[in-house]
């Protein structure tokens, strides 16, 4: 019985040690990077988007919908840099999603009525976003019949500079393979909504695998923790925190994180229905709110008490 439990016990330490020996992803050797946001209004349109020949096809009146505009962001700055790591949270629909969308150049249906974004003192550009930000959006958009292994060597293909060997392309999938704790299912097919295949949270951990192989400088991922157990999404706001220390730009969205999640997040930004209503260091948001009023209930999760 003691044999055995030397057995076990050495085969945990073995199990841990090859888990945590990945080390290329803590330093990021690009230049320092510079996020900003100033004063940003964003609109947009909630009647339904049927274009005019469908309308015009089904005989449907009136031709010209009036628009019934909604702010979906009202008045938001902010200035991110690299090692460091924001947070932005608040409840569903107060325009996470929306920021961050804006922030990478995707069109979404709205429009941006004033404000600008910076990315390293010059105006956000399609062209720009894609060399230099990785965004993990919320819904995951991978191949159903590829394994999880194959996904990354097909990135890794595709978006590795034409300098890697193939060795170091292999090197690269492994590590981040093992950064991100998918060795379980690192042969499992990816599945979707209609083909069964990794579970849930693996498949989002996939979704942060592929933008992380390529090393980015400025990493903005939308809702990485939802959908994970408090103990893998601790874990990976833990990786996400040690990247950020590496030299790198961290942006996230998160929906009322734990008290031990918040904790690792330099910065803070409180959205309520499209404005901020606290924009600065994690540790003073208490303090803040308290001066104003509001302290926060002991043995209460500051972001359940005022997201
Ligand atoms: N293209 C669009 N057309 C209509 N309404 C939109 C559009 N984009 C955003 N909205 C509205 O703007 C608001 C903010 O949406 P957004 O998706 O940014 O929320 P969120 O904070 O990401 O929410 P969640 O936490 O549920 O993901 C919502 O009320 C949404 O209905
Ligand atoms: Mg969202």
């Not at 995707?106 to 230099?132: A, F, H, Y």
């Not at 292994?149 to 060795?167: D, N, Y």
Request: hydrophobic share 35%; with cysteine; net charge neutral.
């Amino acid at each position: 019985f003691f044999s055995c439990f030397v057995l076990q016990q050495h085969q945990d330490t073995e199990l841990f040690s090859s888990e945590e020996d990945s080390s290329l992803y803590f330093t990021y050797s690009g230049g320092c990077n510079q996020l900003e946001v100033n004063s940003l209004h964003y609109e947009v349109d909630t009647a339904a988007q049927i274009p005019w020949y469908e309308r015009l096809s089904e005989f449907k009146l009136p031709w010209e919908i009036r628009g019934n505009k909604q702010v979906a962001i009202n008045d938001l700055s902010l200035r991110v840099r690299s090692g460091q790591m924001l947070a932005v949270i608040g409840s569903s629909g107060c325009g996470k999603t929306s920021l961050l969308d804006i922030i990478t150049c995707r069109d979404e249906g709205g429009s941006m009525t004033s404000g600008q974004v910076l990315i390293n003192g010059k105006p956000n550009t399609p062209q720009l976003v894609k060399k230099c930000i990785a965004h993990v959006r919320q819904d995951d958009r991978l191949l159903p019949h590829l394994s999880v292994r194959e996904t990354l060597s097909f990135v890794a293909q595709l978006r590795l500079p034409t300098g890697f060997s193939q060795a170091q392309r292999d090197q690269r999938v492994d590590d981040v393979i093992a950064e991100l704790r998918l060795r379980q299912c690192a042969n499992t097919r990816v599945g979707n909504d209609y083909v069964r295949g990794v579970s849930g949270g693996e498949r989002r951990r996939v979704s942060i695998a592929v933008q992380l192989l390529w090393n980015p400088g400025i990493l903005i991922l939308d809702e990485p923790t939802s959908g994970l157990d408090s103990f893998t999404a601790h874990n990976l706001v833990i990786t996400l925190s040690r990247l950020a220390k590496g030299n790198r730009l961290v942006l996230l969205s998160v929906h009322q994180p734990r008290s031990d999640i918040f904790q690792l997040f330099d910065l803070v930004v409180l959205l309520s229905s499209g404005s901020a209503v606290y924009c600065g260091a994690a540790r003073d948001m208490v303090p803040y709110f308290t001066a104003l009023g509001y302290p926060c209930p002991r043995y209460c999760n500051p972001s359940d008490f005022y997201g």
